[in-house]
């Protein structure tokens, strides 16, 4: 395993996440598993579908198995993309103990490499078109499953964005109206997040971008702003405060690659999308047991 292994970025707790994912499947008997027995087999893992794609998941599948006492060989380092049908990994095992983990193993697998496609597709046509700033995911992930899409994000080689609601201060419509003002909503906030928290505002015009810096925002995320507009709001008041306020220019929602060139502006430091994690295209996998000769 290298010095720089992905897997190293996972906390503690997430191979109790792989253990409650085996119980939920297995809440009772297995009847599958009293039919095939505890003789021992040898499963290949393809990489199948119609697209070139990106392998994501590694540490959580081989868990899967390695609770299960199998073990997994890969033939494709992760990260690295691949065309179907590939045999990416041979697992061994008892037959019954490969069936326990099959189903939860490439649903994963298939989830979260479809997300680091996915990513790994968004930044590429962004640099193609000469975009030089951050591509991101966003929190709108599936409750649960966050550390597992968060990961594949990293894989396909964009920022997952902050991971949770402790991880940066981010202040959206509902918080602002609840506050009165950007400002009010800033200053409160500013008050208990302390100087080593990012201060992410959200606002739908530039009066209200103007406002947020010079409150004191760290990045301003211009929502829904779109075409012309778009850069003529950044370059206005990043001339207005030049040498006055640090921020960053964010900018979300509603971007797809049918948009993405005229979103993927220098201007904007930060692109952040769900497109690279909500309703994307998984990427389909098998897991076939071999008859012996």
């Not at 997430?14 to 119980?23: D, P, S, Y």
């Not at 702003?225 to 008041?237: N, P, Q, T």
Request: with cysteine; aromatic share 8%.
């Amino acid at each position: 395993m290298s010095a720089n292994s992905y897997e190293h970025l996972l906390p503690p707790s997430w191979k109790a996440q792989v253990t409650g994912w085996l119980a939920e499947d297995t809440p009772s008997f297995d009847y599958g598993g009293y039919v095939v027995g505890e003789v021992h087999r040898e499963a290949f893992l393809f990489g199948k579908g119609n697209q070139t794609a990106v392998l994501a998941g590694r540490p959580f599948f081989t868990e899967v198995f390695a609770q299960l006492g199998c073990e997994v060989k890969w033939h494709l380092e992760e990260g690295e993309t691949f065309e179907p049908i590939k045999h990416i990994a041979t697992v061994r095992g008892k037959a019954r103990h490969l069936l326990l983990g099959e189903r939860i193993a490439l649903n994963m697998l298939a989830r979260c490499s479809g997300i680091a496609t996915k990513s790994k597709r968004i930044k590429d046509l962004a640099v193609g078109y000469g975009y030089k700033g951050i591509i991101a995911g966003t929190r709108k992930t599936t409750p649960g499953f966050r550390l597992v899409e968060k990961y594949g994000m990293i894989v396909g080689g964009i920022d997952p964005h902050r991971h949770d609601l402790s991880s940066m201060i981010m202040l959206k419509d509902n918080h602002i109206w609840s506050s009165g003002s950007i400002t009010a909503a800033i200053q409160q906030a500013r008050a208990v997040g302390g100087f080593s928290l990012l201060l992410d505002v959200e606002v739908g015009s530039e009066a209200e971008a103007d406002e947020a810096i010079e409150a004191g925002a760290d990045i301003i995320m211009l929502d829904n702003i779109e075409g012309e507009h778009l850069v003529s709001v950044a370059r206005k008041l990043k001339e207005k405060w030049a040498g006055k306020r640090k921020f960053l220019f964010e900018t979300s929602g509603n971007i797809t690659e049918a948009n993405l060139q005229e979103r993927a502006i220098n201007d904007i430091d930060i692109l952040s999308t769900s497109i690279v994690h909500q309703s994307v295209q998984h990427i389909d996998f098998s897991l076939k047991i071999q008859i012996p000769h």
